[in-house]
């Protein structure tokens, strides 16, 4: 099993940079491809972004492509969410999660959830 633990969301305004971090428990992180996924009030959870267990290969939803971006250090058990050019349709309580299975799709199979993050941008 693996406990995930999200941080570094807060208060930004339009046009703003916030970086996400998702500090994940246990031996074996690179085990698992990690996503980012989004919720916002009234709205069904949105799928953001996923890095494979290597770290070699990256997707993104539609509607952050070219603005965020995903990574991970295996050394520090963490993977990142960058997102830049922030607007306020990026609000939502964004949430970290891992899968060790090997599904093609890129916002599917994931077994580990973490409590999430908000992050408000304001206009």
């Known amino acids: 099993q693996v406990q995930l633990v999200e941080s570094g969301g807060g208060l930004v305004h339009t046009g703003g940079s916030l970086r996400l971090s998702c500090a994940a428990s246990?031996?074996?992180?690179?085990?698992?491809?990690m996503g980012w996924f989004r919720q916002a009030p009234g709205k069904e959870r949105e799928f953001v972004a996923v890095?494979?267990?290597?770290?070699?290969?990256?997707g993104y939803g539609d509607s952050v492509k070219g603005r965020f971006a995903i990574s991970r250090d295996i050394a520090k058990n963490t993977v990142y969410l960058q997102m830049s050019s922030l607007k306020p349709e990026d609000t939502a309580v964004y949430y970290c999660?891992?899968?060790?299975?090997?599904?093609?799709?890129?916002?599917?199979?994931?077994?580990?959830w973490g409590q999430g993050t908000q992050v408000t941008v304001s206009s």
């Open positions: 246990g031996r074996t992180f690179s085990s698992y491809d």
């Open positions: 890095i494979s267990r290597s770290g070699r290969a990256t």
């Open positions: 999660a891992a899968r060790s299975r090997v599904v093609l799709a890129l916002s599917d199979g994931y077994d580990y």
